[in-house]
């Protein structure tokens, strides 16, 4: 699997800004957790984050949130890319699949989806509105503000304890992924 054609369905399928920038923040970030977790897939993990998203577009997962993931994955059949493992993480990132999360990968795509709108939801607070000003401090005092990002999935992002990684280590590693592409992201 090649990078170059995930970016290219990416561009292919995704219309909305605000996902575009969402998906490559989630392939930064499932990027630093592989780097940690499964150091020889990588490439692999960063492209699964990548293309997680890459039905929003085109499903009307509104109506029925079930449908998001599986179009995802009809996608990328259609256009011969990916497999079932990481078939498997996508429908597994959507509780509305109800595809349990198995593998190590699964659970970080859980973990890593949410964090990426949250740490975006708390940089746009500040004047500046740059991922750089943003601390780990900041995201655990926010957690506890149920009507803050009150969309963020908090149960996921505190998941990814079950791959014995500590909740502010999550957070600083998501914030380092996101502060690489800060320009990309425009935070």
């Known amino acids: 699997m090649k990078r170059e054609k995930a970016v290219e369905l990416l561009n292919k399928y995704i219309k909305s800004d605000h996902i575009f920038k969402h998906s490559y923040a989630v392939e930064s970030v499932m990027r630093s957790l ?4 499964e150091p020889d897939k990588i490439d692999f993990w960063g492209i699964t984050g990548l293309l997680h998203d890459l039905d929003v577009d085109t499903v009307d997962w509104k109506k029925d949130p079930g449908l ?3 179009g995802t994955i009809e996608i990328l059949k259609k256009e011969n890319f990916g497999n079932e493992e990481m078939y498997h993480a996508i429908l597994a990132h959507n509780e509305d ?3 349990p999360r198995e593998t190590v990968i699964d659970k970080a795509l859980y973990a890593a989806d949410p964090i990426t709108g949250f740490i975006t939801a708390i940089a746009l607070v500040y004047p500046d509105k740059k991922v750089k000003s943003v601390k780990v401090k900041s995201i655990t005092k926010r957690m506890k503000e149920k009507r803050f990002a009150a969309g963020a999935n908090r149960e996921a992002m505190k998941s990814i304890e079950d791959l014995g990684i500590e909740f502010p280590e999550f957070c600083e590693l998501s914030l380092k992924a996101m502060n690489n592409i800060s320009d990309l992201l425009g935070l």
């Open 97 to 99: 699949t109800k595809v």
């Open 34 to 37: 592989a780097e940690k977790l």
């Open 68 to 70: 998001h993931g599986p």
